[in-house]
C-alpha cells in the first residue's frame, strides 16, 4: 500500500501564508508525481499544483505567482508553500502521488486524508 500524511493546514488571515507538507510511504518503487488538489463546500475537488519526479511544475492559474511546489524525492515528500493567501483558498487540500507499487509494478493514484485550510477575511 501507499500511504499519504499531510500536515500544516490551519486557520489564517487573509494576506498570510502557510506551508503544506505531504509524505509518502510504504511500497514504492518510483513516485512519477505529487502534487495538491482542493475542495471547498460544494464545489468539485480541483487541481491546484503538482510536480513531476523531474521537476516540472503546474499551477492553477487561480494560485500562479502566490503557491509555490516544491519536492524532496529522496523523502518522497511535497510541500506546497501559499502565499498571500485570499478568502477563496479557504478548502480542505488533499495531497495527491502517482507511484508505481514495489510488489507488483502497478502504477496508480494515491490521496492523503486532507488538510483544512481556512482564510478568514
Known amino acids: 500500500q501507499v500511504q499519504l500524511v499531510e500536515s500544516g493546514g490551519g486557520l489564517v488571515q487573509a494576506g498570510g501564508s502557510l506551508r503544506l507538507s505531504c509524505a509518502a510511504s510504504?511500497?514504492?518503487?518510483?513516485?512519477?508525481?505529487m502534487g495538491w488538489y482542493r475542495q471547498a463546500p460544494g464545489k468539485q475537488r480541483e487541481l491546484v499544483a503538482t510536480?513531476?519526479?523531474?521537476?516540472?511544475?503546474n499551477y492553477a492559474d487561480s494560485v500562479k505567482g502566490r503557491f509555490t511546489i516544491s519536492s524532496d524525492n529522496a523523502k518522497n515528500t511535497v510541500f506546497l508553500q501559499m502565499n498571500s493567501l485570499k478568502p477563496a483558498d479557504t478548502a480542505v487540500y488533499y495531497c495527491?502521488?502517482?507511484?508505481?507499487?514495489?510488489?507488483?509494478?502497478?502504477?496508480?493514484?494515491?490521496w492523503g486524508q486532507g488538510t483544512q485550510v481556512t482564510v478568514s477575511s
Open positions: 510504504g511500497s514504492i518503487l518510483r513516485i512519477n508525481a
Open positions: 510536480i513531476t519526479s523531474g521537476g516540472i511544475t
Open positions: 495527491y502521488c502517482n507511484a508505481v507499487k514495489s510488489a507488483n509494478y502497478y502504477t496508480g493514484n494515491y
